[in-house]
């Protein structure tokens, strides 16, 4: 599976962006969205089930951030607003076979990683 994320780029505080996956092959994959800024560790942004029936996203980002996907056109989407500078990193787009056991917000438990795409948030 390759994944591509795109969408990233330098925005001011307060402003949007949307990022978007596209894994190749099948759409049965639970899909995740981790960032790493420099010198941090990766951390984990937020996750969509195989089905999109379920989303999860970490604490800080809850309602600033929306993962939705579109299987028909086999693309996952990181809906991002309010942006602050402490948004900035680099934002992976990450997938897990559907069949393993799923821990949504641990980094090892994905099979499939993107490049990732830089977000810049100017203050």
């Known amino acids: 599976v390759q994944l591509q994320a795109s969408g990233g780029g330098l925005v001011q505080t307060g402003e949007s962006l949307r990022l978007s996956c596209a894994p190749s092959?099948?759409?049965?994959?639970?899909m995740g969205w981790f960032r790493q800024a420099p010198g941090k560790e990766r951390e984990f942004v937020a996750a969509i089930n195989w089905s999109g029936t379920l989303r999860y996203y970490a604490d800080s980002l809850k309602g600033r951030f929306t993962a939705s996907r579109d299987n028909a056109e086999n693309t996952v989407t990181l809906q991002m607003s309010s942006l602050k500078p402490e948004d900035t990193a680099v934002y992976y787009c990450a997938a897990a076979i559907r069949s393993r056991t799923w821990y949504h917000d641990e980094w090892n438990n994905y099979d499939y990683w993107g490049q990732g795409t830089q977000v810049t948030v100017s203050s």
């Open positions: 092959g099948r759409s049965n994959y639970h």
